[in-house]
């Protein structure tokens, strides 16, 4: 693949921001496209790979006639969050989150996970809290910690302040119903197909580069303990938990309700990780009623002056999941989630031109439109 050429303007832009999404999604396409290369290593063996559609959000073997998701992930950024608010039985909702709910975006029932901490020093207590709040999400996830690993790096990691410094990722495995031939993909969506949005706590663990940027022009160094409310912090609001949604996927498969398609929003936000579903059928999405971004998050939006159209590729905008599935199963699906008391709209619809049209509820609500090869 050749360089990729950008004007300056845009590149400026982009480091401005501190992120860059599409070179992200350029770089992931590089690492898959060499990671496909590898599953003929074990063709026609125990374990080999199953992947027929590109750009799933969990990867699948074959043991033994059983398929088997693989995820990997990270918290990314948001650690920091952690480090300078002294919390830390929190943090682990968001590792499992952005694992498991990976799995569950393909049908996986997720049962396991393995996790690596990367530290400068080790911290007996911190250790402690992190490890207390992953068995807290892993019950909430209905998984277990099979395995694990402490590495002390040294200098090779940093962070905030004198405490112990962290990375955290982890991988989980989940197991395919066996309600389900394959995995749920994306191949069966179809024009008409109803799109259910899951509405998030907040941020998750995604844009928290951009996040810190701004938090830092606007309030110094010391950002996080600038009060946002009159008992909360800026830094105790941002660290707000991801809601693990695994759960409720696993009940209306268990109960026979088969979406089409299941996207976990996470970097990209709505429309990258939309397109991944829509793009192979060339179809498109027209989404009237997402749900509204928490107030603190449309504060951010406007103290950083990030544009709408950015705003809903950077985050999640107040939509941590959307499923994707035939109209007449909607109200029972509505039970199940209320039930669990997960919030669900009816956001859209599945249309067969392609691109995404999304009335933004933000700062600045408006009319948006991506295509799919933006």
């Given at each position: 693949?050749?360089?990729?050429?950008?004007?300056?303007?845009?590149?400026?832009?982009?480091?401005?921001?501190?992120?860059?999404?599409?070179?992200?999604?350029?770089?992931s396409?590089?690492?898959?496209?060499?990671?496909?290369?590898t599953?003929?290593?074990?063709?026609?063996?125990?374990?080999?790979?199953?992947?027929?559609?590109?750009?799933?959000?969990?990867?699948?073997?074959?043991?033994?006639?059983?398929?088997?998701?693989?995820?990997?992930?990270?918290?990314?950024?948001?650690?920091?969050?952690?480090?300078?608010?002294?919390?830390?039985?929190?943090?682990?909702?968001?590792?499992?989150?952005?694992?498991v709910?990976?799995?569950?975006?393909?049908?996986?029932?997720?049962?396991?996970?393995?996790?690596?901490?990367?530290?400068?020093?080790?911290?007996?207590?911190?250790?402690?809290?992190?490890?207390?709040?992953?068995?807290?999400?892993?019950?909430?996830?209905?998984?277990?910690?099979?395995?694990?690993?402490?590495?002390?790096?040294?200098?090779?990691?940093?962070?905030?302040?004198k405490?112990?410094?962290?990375?955290w990722?982890?991988?989980?495995?989940?197991?395919?119903?066996h309600?389900l031939?394959q995995?749920?993909?994306?191949?069966?969506?179809?024009?008409?197909?109803?799109?259910?949005?899951?509405?998030?706590?907040?941020?998750?663990?995604?844009?928290f580069?951009?996040?810190?940027?701004?938090?830092?022009?606007?309030?110094?160094?010391?950002?996080?303990?600038?009060?946002?409310?009159?008992?909360?912090?800026?830094?105790?609001?941002?660290?707000?938990?991801?809601?693990?949604?695994?759960?409720?996927?696993?009940?209306?498969?268990?109960?026979?309700?088969?979406?089409?398609?299941?996207?976990?929003?996470?970097?990209?936000g709505?429309?990258?990780?939309?397109?991944?579903?829509?793009?192979?059928?060339?179809?498109?999405?027209?989404?009237?009623?997402?749900?509204?971004?928490?107030?603190?998050?449309?504060?951010?939006?406007?103290?950083?002056?990030?544009?709408?159209?950015?705003?809903?590729?950077?985050w999640?905008?107040?939509n941590?999941?959307?499923?994707?599935?035939?109209?007449?199963?909607?109200?029972?699906?509505?039970?199940?989630?209320?039930?669990?008391?997960?919030?669900?709209?009816?956001?859209?619809?599945i249309?067969?031109?392609?691109g995404?049209?999304?009335?933004?509820?933000?700062?600045?609500?408006?009319?948006?439109?991506?295509?799919?090869?933006?």
């Amino acid at each position: 693949m050749g360089r990729i050429k950008e004007s300056e303007n845009v590149m400026a832009k982009r480091k401005k921001s501190g992120l860059d999404i599409d070179l992200g999604n350029q770089c992931s396409k590089i690492a898959y496209k060499w990671a496909k290369k590898t599953f003929k290593n074990r063709k026609n063996k125990n374990g080999r790979a199953l992947q027929d559609v590109d750009g799933t959000f969990a990867g699948m073997i074959d043991v033994d006639g059983n398929k088997i998701g693989i995820s990997s992930d990270g918290i990314g950024t948001k650690i920091e969050l952690a480090e300078r608010t002294g919390i830390y039985n929190t943090i682990a909702y968001d590792l499992v989150a952005m694992v498991v709910d990976d799995l569950a975006a393909n049908g996986f029932e997720p049962c396991s996970l393995s996790n690596i901490l990367d530290v400068d020093l080790l911290d007996k207590k911190i250790v402690d809290d992190l490890m207390r709040g992953l068995a807290q999400a892993a019950a909430q996830a209905e998984v277990s910690i099979t395995g694990g690993e402490i590495a002390e790096l040294g200098s090779r990691i940093s962070g905030y302040g004198k405490n112990m410094h962290f990375n955290w990722g982890a991988t989980g495995i989940g197991i395919l119903p066996h309600i389900l031939s394959q995995p749920i993909s994306g191949k069966e969506v179809e024009a008409g197909d109803v799109v259910l949005s899951f509405k998030s706590r907040g941020f998750r663990s995604n844009g928290f580069s951009l996040i810190r940027r701004i938090m830092k022009k606007n309030f110094g160094i010391e950002w996080h303990k600038n009060k946002y409310s009159h008992n909360k912090s800026w830094g105790e609001i941002l660290l707000t938990p991801s809601l693990i949604f695994t759960p409720l996927i696993n009940r209306i498969i268990i109960n026979k309700i088969i979406p089409h398609a299941i996207v976990h929003v996470t970097g990209g936000g709505l429309p990258d990780n939309l397109k991944r579903i829509l793009t192979p059928n060339n179809l498109g999405a027209e989404l009237s009623d997402v749900h509204t971004p928490q107030k603190f998050v449309t504060d951010l939006q406007k103290m950083g002056n990030i544009k709408e159209k950015e705003a809903y590729r950077l985050w999640n905008m107040g939509n941590g999941f959307l499923v994707i599935l035939n109209k007449d199963k909607i109200e029972e699906l509505q039970k199940i989630s209320s039930k669990l008391n997960y919030k669900i709209n009816t956001a859209g619809k599945i249309v067969k031109n392609s691109g995404i049209r999304i009335k933004s509820k933000g700062a600045d609500p408006q009319e948006l439109f991506y295509r799919n090869t933006d």
